[in-house]
């Protein structure tokens, strides 16, 4: 569920998967900065491949920052019951819990930061991973 813009996990939604939705709730302010997140988890602002790595890692599912094209070999092949990881070489974005975790705002074109959005967006192109187990 969203609700101005603060993500909330359904009740029987794994810890983990609470984790990585209240950890983006922190960030969703956060303005688009290129390169941003990749250092450290924490930054001034963040891109694709920061925003997402900082789910994952507040979900105690990744270690450090990747950038996107490192999606392409994270987890197991295929789309997932709770976490999508969605990449490409330039992109990346994450449906968590149905919710999509992005840093584009395909409404208005233009990269705003890290974002909560009911709707989807085309994977054509994108590879689907997911964390094993979810």
């Not at 609470?18 to 960030?27: F, L, M, Q, R, Y």
């Not at 250092?39 to 979900?59: I, N």
């Not at 330039?90 to 395909?106: K, V, W």
Request: charged content about 15%; hydrophobic content about 35%; proline content about 6%.
């Amino acid at each position: 569920m969203l609700r101005h813009g603060v993500a909330y996990a359904p009740a029987n939604a794994p810890q983990r998967v609470k984790e990585a939705i209240w950890a983006v709730n922190s960030i969703r302010h956060k303005p688009y900065h290129w390169g941003g997140g990749h250092g450290s988890f924490y930054d001034s602002g963040y891109d694709c491949s920061g925003a997402v790595p900082y789910a994952l890692h507040f979900a105690g599912l990744l270690g450090q920052p990747l950038p996107s094209s490192d999606f392409l070999r994270y987890g197991d092949y295929g789309r997932g019951r709770w976490i999508t990881v969605y990449s490409r070489h330039g992109h990346t974005f994450a449906m968590i819990a149905g919710l999509r975790l992005d840093t584009t705002d395909l409404g208005h074109g233009g990269d705003v930061g890290p974002r909560w959005y009911t709707e989807g967006r085309s994977t054509w192109g994108f590879s689907a991973r997911h964390p094993a187990g979810l």
